[in-house]
Nanobody, 120 residues
Framework: VQLVESGGGSVQAGGSLRLSCSAS???????MAWFRQFPGQGREAVAS???????VYDDSVKGRFTVSRFHDRKVLYLQMNSLKPEDSAMYFC?????????????????WGQGTQVTVS
C-alpha cells in the first residue's frame, strides 16, 4: 500500500488544518492511523481508526482532532482544530494489515512520506 499525505502547512495558534492521506488501494479492513514526530524524537500516535471503525485519540488532541476515513475514496483525514504551537511536528499517515490498531509505530507496515505542520 502506498500512502500519500497532503494538507500540512503553517497556521496561527487557534487555527485549523485538515490532513489527507490517499491510499493506493482499498484499506477499509485495515487499521489506519496518524502519527507525529517532533525533532529528535520518535513517532507518536495521534489518532487511529480500526478496520471496524473504532477511533482512538491521544489525550493531547482529544476534543480538538478528528480522524475519519472514506472507503470509496480511499482517503483518511485528520481534521485539526484549535491548533497549538506544541502541535507543530511532522505528521505521518500509516496503515497496517490487521483490523485492530496499536499505538506503537512498529505495528504499522506502510507509511507515507510525512507532511509538516507548523503552528505559531
Amino acid at each position: 500500500v502506498q500512502l500519500v499525505e497532503s494538507g500540512g502547512g503553517s497556521v496561527q495558534a487557534g487555527g485549523s488544518l485538515r490532513l489527507s492521506c490517499s491510499a493506493s488501494r482499498y484499506t477499509s479492513t485495515h487499521c489506519m492511523a496518524w502519527f507525529r514526530q517532533f525533532p529528535g524524537q520518535g513517532r507518536e500516535a495521534v489518532a487511529s481508526v480500526s478496520g471496524g471503525g473504532a477511533t482512538v485519540y491521544d489525550d493531547s488532541v482529544k476534543g480538538r482532532f478528528t480522524v475519519s476515513r472514506f472507503h470509496d475514496r480511499k482517503v483518511l483525514y485528520l481534521q485539526m482544530n484549535s491548533l497549538k504551537p506544541e502541535d507543530s511536528a511532522m505528521y505521518f499517515c500509516a496503515a497496517r494489515s490487521g483490523v485492530a490498531c496499536y499505538p506503537s509505530d512498529t505495528a504499522f507496515e506502510w507509511w507515507g512520506q510525512g507532511t509538516q505542520v507548523t503552528v505559531s
